[in-house]
Nanobody, 116 residues
Framework: QVQLVESGGGLVQPGGSLRLSCAAS????????MSWYRQAPGKERELVSS????????SYADSVKGRFTISRSNAKNTVYLQMNSLRPEDTAVYYC?????????WGKGTLVTVSS
């Protein structure tokens, strides 16, 4: 079965950096686009970034453009989110997402807290 396991979250000061990882299993990782979402307290889940199956194309929410970078290793079945210049408003639980045949799969998320 599909499993997505996020890691790398934590507490960081404003202006700092974190690198999130999502280890995937249970499907042919190299065949599917992957995405990162986030959900801040009291807010709806929002799309942060996506990457195509081969990693040749990426997209970002306007709020993170120029600060976050999505990448993947098909050899390691892992998708990453490098987050730089973090702001308090980036505080959220970050989720890895696969959409396959119209069905969305989610990990349990990793909490990122940006605070001084």
């Amino acid at each position: 079965q599909v499993q997505l396991v996020e890691s790398g979250g934590g507490l960081v000061q404003p202006g700092g950096s974190l690198r999130l990882s999502c280890a995937a299993s249970g499907f042919t990782f190299s065949m599917y686009a992957m995405s990162w979402y986030r959900q801040a307290p009291g807010k709806e889940r929002e799309l942060v970034s996506s990457i195509t199956s081969a990693g040749s194309s990426t997209s970002y929410a306007d709020s993170v453009k120029g600060r976050f970078t999505i990448s993947r290793s098909n050899a390691k079945n892992t998708v990453y989110l490098q987050m730089n210049s973090l702001r308090p408003e980036d505080t959220a639980v970050y989720y890895c997402n696969l959409r396959r045949a119209g069905v969305g799969y989610w990990g349990k998320g990793t909490l990122v807290t940006v605070s001084s």
